[in-house]
């Protein structure tokens, strides 16, 4: 089964501050972190793909009725300073484990190596129709 494990930043269950305003060690122990966690998975045979996004002020949305120029504007622009920082795409035979890989994330160091506790969004990959059906 595949999930799609979305990180987000900006909706804290601690007083973490965002990571703009850590320290470089504390930057570079959280990254270590994500990295050892990709080997660990990927060593297992989970890890299918993790990458980190840009943020909102990179994005774009593109909006196309098939016959006309597409309409692209820049965004989003959340009102709040919630972002999907990025994502891992695993493939584990069960819920329960993609939930364990989940908790592992939320705990990555924050400040003063104290875990981030974000909320890691758990979503399962489904796959399109059969179209012989």
Known sequence: MRF???QNYGQVESDCAPMTEWSPEDIK???DFQHALNAELLDRGELVDAQGLAGPDQARFVVSDGVGAPVI???PFPESKELLAGYRL???ETLERALE?????SAAPAQNGEPIRQPIE???VLSAPDPEV
Not at 101 to 105: D, E, F, P, Y
């Open 4 to 6: 799609m494990l979305l």
């Open 29 to 31: 122990a959280h990254i």
């Open 73 to 75: 504007t820049d965004g």
């Open 90 to 92: 695993i493939d584990v």
């Open 101 to 105: 890989i989940a908790a592992q994330a």
């Open 122 to 124: 758990v979503r399962q």
